[in-house]
């Protein structure tokens, strides 16, 4: 038998010991009524400490992650290293606002951080502005998990569509059957396995290559020589003085987009208590340790003999380095673990991305303009086929699209999801912001971040579009992370308007959360989907002219 043989045979192995856990999940923490959305959307928001850490590290670190990261590194050596900061100060952030959001998500029985919009600022155009841009941003998100498996497969030698078509018929089945609970079992073996490679990698492959000294020289040496299409050197081992702000920029950006996306929320607002939370933002840096080897393999991948070349003779696609890197360096059944957990690191975020885009939909969307009488039952029955269509949907991106078309599409989702930033974040802390002025903004920062990523070439190819989520800012002359620069534009917009429409006295809407339902701490499950009498009570004390 082959190298291939083996490395795929376990591959296979471990993707049908996967699914069967996916399919047994529905059995796991078995709900009294499966058909509600607190049950399929939030596995009955009770998950603790230990499964929300392997839910959030399944969920925010996906195989994309493992291929993309090193796959920068790989092209243009140190600027690729901003996702290890990005992923260390996020933590911080997300410990302050998290518990809040958490809470009065809690005491409202919100699903999704539009339902929170909706009953802070009584907007029902924002909550779908919010809704809207998620789903939006999270369909490439999920594209590009596929687009992780199909670069293992490509590794692998295994032609054809029929491989990404039963991984998606499979993860459809038991996504529809048990919901968040089938991605939160299996995030257990994605990470074990993730956590197995990086370790055997970060020791095992240096050896090899005669230590870290020998690989810094040799991929330094690599990235010294001058791109053909640019006139200029690949990269450097250091960031450069005039990559300061572009990688401190996209570090500080993608920090604060990271939990705007709608499967992040969807892992918090599963937790149990707010603690949970607050342990688990303390426990994932541990994540970005991992994060900052998994980039050094691209530097390994610089080394590596055969690498570089394998890589250049399949259209210098750079997101074949690490699969390649393990291929010629692994033993093969070694080889087979190190890409299943590539495999299985696309399933579980894909699972999680989807029912947080159902769950948008069916609430802030269906539920709000097609059926607002649509019972638990139906909501879910909704969710679930509106999940099937989003992985469809990114299926057809993955086999009708190049790759290139999907890459884009996620460099756009960063830039409209931070949008939503203001809304959420900044309405957990104050009721200042004028709702249409936060419409308004928000509308203005996604067509100039749209036109200016459209507009940004990608280096060496002028006249090619969607080229770089960097761009030069005139004002600074600086080139910075066009989301960031789109968020100031945002809230600029947002201020001056709101001072404006205070003045002319415009109508603010209703407000129906209080101080203290941004601290509470509900031990059981949450109730109905409306305020009980507490919170009417309360009311008085919420409302806004």
Known sequence: MSGNAVAFTIVIVLFAVVTLIGFAAARWRRAEDRLHLNEWGLGGRGFGTF?????????????????AVPALVFGVGAVGFFAVPYTIIVF?????????LWSVSRVHSYITPADFVRGRYGSHGLA???????????????????????????????GGDWPLIIA???LAGYTWLAGLRAPALIAFIKDTLIYVMIIV??????????????????AGSHLATTNPKTGKPFGSLTVGPTAVWAYSSLALGSALALFMYPHA???????????VIRRNMALLPAYSLMLGFVALLGYMALAAPGVPQAVKANGANAQLAVPFLFQKMFPPWFTGIALSAIVIGALV?????????ANLFTRNIYKEYFKPDATPAQQTRVAQTVSLVVKLGALLFVLALSKTFSINLQLLGGVWILQTFPAIVIGLYTRWFHRWALVIGWAVAMAYGTIVAYNTPAPGVPGSHFGASTANVPVFNHTVYIALTALVINLVVAIVLTVVFQMMKLPAGTDETAPAHYVADPAGPPRAAVPGPTVAAESAERRRP
């Open 51 to 67: 499964i929300t850490w392997f839910l959030l590290g399944g969920d925010l670190y996906t195989a994309y992650t493992f291929i």
């Open 168 to 170: 998606f018929v499979v």
């Open 349 to 357: 975020p894909a699972a999680i991305m989807s029912i947080a885009a």
């Open 265 to 275: 929320v969807t892992g918090v607002l599963a937790s149990r208590r707010r603690n």
């Open 201 to 218: 990698a970060i020791f095992y492959i240096p050896a090899k290559l005669g230590g870290w000294s020998h690989i810094f020289s040799t």
């Open 92 to 100: 911080p952030i997300v410990f302050v606002f998290a518990p809040r």
């Open 128 to 158: 779908l502005a919010v809704a809207a841009t998620g789903i939006l941003a999270t369909m490439p998100y999920i594209a590009l998990q596929l687009v992780g498996i199909q670069a293992v497969l490509t590794v692998l030698g295994v």
